[in-house]
């Protein structure tokens, strides 16, 4: 490893890795780290929860200022909602 990052030059580094064989390294290329899916709950929880949670600190806080921010964001998640139900739908048939 020391010699791969002291070289200076590809020739040195062709040098370092001409015992590798290649179809490995094509192997390699070629294929995409798989992604871990999201559950459908843990997808489904992020779309109920804030809208719910905003409402209420909302409504316990009493501040007129922070109810009225809420009310620009919950309509947000509504349109995320719909997004998220005509995707869902046209996957699902």
Do not use: Y
């Amino acid at each position: 490893m020391g010699q791969a990052l002291a070289s200076r030059t590809r020739a040195e580094l062709a040098i370092l890795t001409m015992d590798i064989p290649a179809g490995l390294m094509a192997d390699l290329q070629r294929h995409k780290p798989a992604r871990r899916p999201v559950g459908k709950v843990v997808a489904g929880a992020g779309l109920v929860v804030p809208p719910g949670a905003l409402l209420a600190a909302a409504f316990l806080s009493g501040n007129e200022q922070f109810f009225k921010l809420c009310m620009l964001v919950v309509p947000w998640f509504i349109i995320a909602w719909v997004i998220a139900g005509t995707q869902w739908m046209t996957r699902s048939s």
